[in-house]
Nanobody, 126 residues
């Protein structure tokens, strides 16, 4: 019943920025650990970033080495939204980006997430 809808993707030149959004409905957003994965053509889905659920004392985040220092994951529980701010984009970042969620603690493993959006395309030109 939980639905996740991504938006904000598009075409950008290398070095530019994009902000992805994920709108959640049909559940209690604050009870979910949330994250972002991405998938390039003919490639496996790749972990990007995760953020802890609202029950934690403070929000915790974790990033893949390839995006750390360039991307920032955040959430606004009052609006049931998840964000991914992407700066200093590289052609290697080109992929479909997916918003994901689960009721348990966050994880890097895609198979452990219960809820997936349909994805939004990010294309970075050189």
């Amino acid at each position: 019943q939980v639905q996740l809808v991504e938006s904000g993707g598009g075409l950008v030149q290398a070095g530019g920025s994009l902000r992805l959004s994920c709108a959640a409905s049909g559940g209690s957003f604050s009870s979910y650990s949330m994250g972002w994965f991405r998938q390039a053509p003919r490639a496996a889905r790749e972990f990007v970033a995760v953020i802890s659920k609202s029950g934690d004392s403070t929000y915790s985040t974790y990033y893949s080495d390839s995006v750390k220092g360039r991307f920032t994951i955040s959430r606004d529980n009052s609006e049931n939204k998840l964000y991914l701010q992407m700066n200093s984009l590289k052609p290697e970042d080109t992929a479909v980006y997916y918003c994901v969620g689960r009721r348990a603690l966050f994880t890097r493993n895609a198979r452990e997430y219960d809820y997936w959006g349909q994805g939004t395309q990010v294309t970075v030109s050189s």
